[in-house]
């Protein structure tokens, strides 16, 4: 059975204090995996599409890494506005639906 | 920019009322998708549809119903709300059909039944 899943739940970091974001999944063959910001009250925001492992991708203080069993959002040096909920997700094998994560909950305090 | 747009940013109905929920998409994608997301439980997807007047049942369809007249328009019905349908409601929309594609989410309804 496809499954994701994301850790930690919760963030709380520093201004300026790095740290990374997991999320692990089984898949009978990965074909694509998402990475979505997510505001409190808001619909999740396209961050990154990753399809094979070693594959990065880069936007401001965030970098999204992928192996054959999990991916990584690194965040370098996050300000308070990176405050949000990230989800990851891929497309089921053999239903086509989206399997999303039920997300972290990074906050990053002044 | 995809633009995915959604009728209400907050509804409350009382139960046993028929709700509309309405989404329109300005890019031209072929799918369209109704999910609702809850506190624990992350987003489970409800309905979806490839093409216009086509629809497929989710995950959690009970309850529920959809109508796509129209390429950029998806409705999701709920005929007979009820306090368990209180929810974040997303609509999403994407390009393609090799399930790969990139989902664009709209700004959310809140529907709370009471």
């Known amino acids: 059975e496809d499954q994701v899943t994301q850790s930690p739940e919760a963030l709380r970091l520093q201004e300026g204090e790095s740290s990374s974001l997991n999320c692990s999944y089984t898949?009978?063959?990965?074909?694509?995996l998402f990475w979505y910001r997510q505001d409190p009250g808001k619909g999740p925001e396209f961050l990154f599409t990753?399809?094979?492992a070693g594959e990065e991708k880069e936007k401001e203080r965030l970098k999204a890494t992928l192996t054959k069993k999990e991916s990584f959002l690194h965040i370098t040096a996050p300000k308070p506005e990176d405050s949000a909920t990230y989800l990851c997700?891929?497309?089921?094998?053999?239903?086509?639906?989206?399997?999303f994560g039920t997300g972290t909950r990074l906050q990053v305090f002044p | 920019d995809v633009k995915v747009t959604q009728s209400s940013r907050y509804l409350v109905k009382r139960t046993g009322e028929k709700v509309f929920l309405e989404c329109v998409q300005d890019?031209?994608?072929?799918?369209m998708f109704w999910y609702r997301q809850d506190p624990g439980l992350g987003l489970r997807l409800i309905y979806f549809?490839?093409?216009?007047?086509?629809?497929e049942k989710g995950d959690i369809p009970e309850g529920y119903s959809v109508s796509r007249e129209k390429k950029e328009r998806f409705s999701l019905i709920l005929e007979s709300a009820s306090t368990n349908q209180t929810s974040m409601y997303l609509c999403?929309?994407?390009?393609?059909?090799?399930?790969?594609?990139?989902?664009?989410f709209g700004p959310g309804t809140r529907l709370l039944v009471l």
């Open positions: 890019m031209d994608h072929e799918n």
């Open positions: 898949v009978s063959g990965l074909r694509g």
């Open positions: 999403a929309s994407s390009f393609g059909s090799t399930g790969q594609e990139t989902q664009y």
């Open positions: 549809s490839y093409d216009v007047k086509m629809k």
């Open positions: 990753l399809y094979s």
């Open positions: 997700a891929f497309p089921s094998y053999n239903t086509d639906k989206l399997i």
